[in-house]
C-alpha cells in the first residue's frame, strides 16, 4: 500500500523558515512527478509547487514563488519544500501527492499524504 508521510511543519515567526519533508514507501518513487499542495482552514485546496521525477524541473504557484524551493532525493524517495520568507497567511496544512506522467503542470495526483500543520505567527 503506497504510503506518503509528511513531517517538519510546526510554529514559526513570520520571517522564518521550515523545510517539509514527504517520504513515500510501497512507490516506484523515481517515476512519479511529485508535488505539494496545501489548505488554509474554510478554503479549498490549492497547488503550491511540483518537481519532476528527474528533478531538473520545477513549477511553483506564484504566492509562494521565490520563497519556497522544492527538491528530491530518489534515493531517499522523499520530497522535501523549503518554506523561507514565511507569512501569515502561508498558515495552512500542507500534503504532499504523487502523479503518473511526465508534467509537472497538472494536476491529476494520484497519492496524497495525510497533511503536516504550519502555522505562521504575525
Known amino acids: 500500500q503506497v504510503q506518503l508521510v509528511e513531517s517538519g511543519g510546526g510554529l514559526v515567526q513570520a520571517g522564518g523558515s521550515l523545510r517539509l519533508s514527504c517520504a513515500a514507501s510501497?512507490?516506484?518513487?523515481?517515476?512519479?512527478?511529485m508535488g505539494w499542495f496545501r489548505q488554509a482552514s474554510g478554503k479549498e485546496r490549492e497547488f503550491v509547487a511540483a518537481i519532476s521525477r528527474s528533478g531538473d524541473t520545477t513549477y511553483y504557484s506564484d504566492s509562494v514563488k521565490g520563497r519556497f524551493t522544492i527538491a528530491r532525493d530518489n534515493a531517499k524517495s522523499t520530497v522535501y519544500l523549503q518554506m523561507n520568507s514565511l507569512k501569515p497567511e502561508d498558515r495552512a496544512v500542507y500534503y504532499c501527492?504523487?502523479?503518473?506522467?511526465?508534467?509537472?503542470?497538472?494536476?491529476?495526483?494520484?497519492?496524497w499524504g495525510q497533511g503536516t500543520q504550519v502555522t505562521v505567527s504575525s
Open positions: 510501497e512507490l516506484p518513487f523515481s517515476i512519479y512527478v
Open positions: 501527492a504523487a502523479k503518473f506522467g511526465a508534467s509537472v503542470r497538472q494536476y491529476d495526483y494520484r497519492y
